[in-house]
């Protein structure tokens, strides 16, 4: 089931409710000093609950992306929402919430995949080479990282916002020392 629907089904009774959904995958290719490092892949994915009800306002965050773990996570953003009606600044009572649609994708020229890893790497072996331009260079290290980032953000005001973010961010450092 999308989260969307999880999201539907687990919507309480309140004046608003929103889910923004985050999940984001990243490789990571290095060589340092000429060899090789192990690739680096990781995957974040959750999900920030807000509540505001009766001027008050909570939130929570979970990973447990099922209907249960989105049900805890909005229960536990209602009791903040409970305690800090009395406590707020702002009359959250009068302020209009979001009623947007929308959805944004990355312009990619060339895919990160479309490139067989040999490539990336044969490209960071010619910059890493580059590096060591005489001997007060002790270290140095030679990367290219892609994210890709995947929000949505809901509301029971019938907010859907989809976003689809994608990075290649290139790094160089090098450490000298003189002595």
Not at 51 to 76: F, N, P
Not at 138 to 153: C, G, M, N, P
């Given at each position: 089931?999308?989260?969307?629907?999880?999201?539907?089904?687990?919507?309480?009774?309140?004046?608003?409710?929103?889910?923004?959904?985050?999940?984001?995958?990243?490789?990571?290719?290095?060589?340092?000093?000429?060899?090789?490092?192990?690739?680096?892949?990781?995957?974040?994915?959750?999900?920030?609950?807000?509540?505001?009800?009766?001027?008050?306002?909570?939130?929570?965050?979970?990973?447990?992306?099922?209907?249960?773990?989105?049900?805890?996570a909005v229960a536990?953003?209602?009791?903040?929402?409970?305690?800090?009606?009395?406590?707020?600044?702002?009359?959250?009572?009068?302020?209009?919430?979001?009623?947007?649609?929308g959805e944004y994708?990355?312009?990619?020229?060339?895919?990160?995949?479309?490139?067989?890893?040999?490539?990336?790497?044969?490209?960071?072996?010619?910059?890493?080479?580059?590096?060591?331009?005489?001997?007060?260079?002790?270290?140095?290290?030679?990367?290219?990282?892609?994210?890709?980032?995947?929000?949505?953000?809901?509301?029971?005001?019938?907010?859907?916002?989809?976003?689809?973010?994608?990075?290649?961010?290139?790094?160089?450092?090098?450490?000298?020392?003189?002595?």
């Amino acid at each position: 089931m999308h989260i969307k629907h999880r999201f539907q089904n687990i919507i309480p009774p309140v004046d608003f409710c929103s889910l923004r959904y985050v999940t984001e995958t990243s490789e990571r290719l290095s060589v340092r000093q000429k060899i090789v490092e192990p690739s680096i892949r990781t995957n974040d994915t959750g999900a920030m609950l807000t509540v505001i009800d009766k001027g008050g306002l909570g939130y929570a965050a979970t990973s447990d992306l099922s209907e249960s773990g989105l049900r805890k996570a909005v229960a536990k953003a209602q009791e903040w929402a409970e305690h800090s009606r009395n406590n707020m600044l702002i009359d959250l009572t009068k302020v209009a919430m979001p009623q947007q649609q929308g959805e944004y994708n990355s312009t990619v020229e060339q895919a990160w995949d479309s490139i067989p890893n040999n490539a990336k790497l044969d490209l960071l072996r010619q910059e890493a080479d580059q590096c060591k331009l005489n001997d007060k260079i002790v270290d140095w290290e030679v990367s290219l990282q892609a994210i890709q980032t995947e929000q949505i953000y809901l509301t029971n005001t019938g907010s859907e916002i989809n976003q689809h973010f994608q990075y290649i961010i290139p790094n160089i450092r090098v450490i000298a020392n003189q002595g």
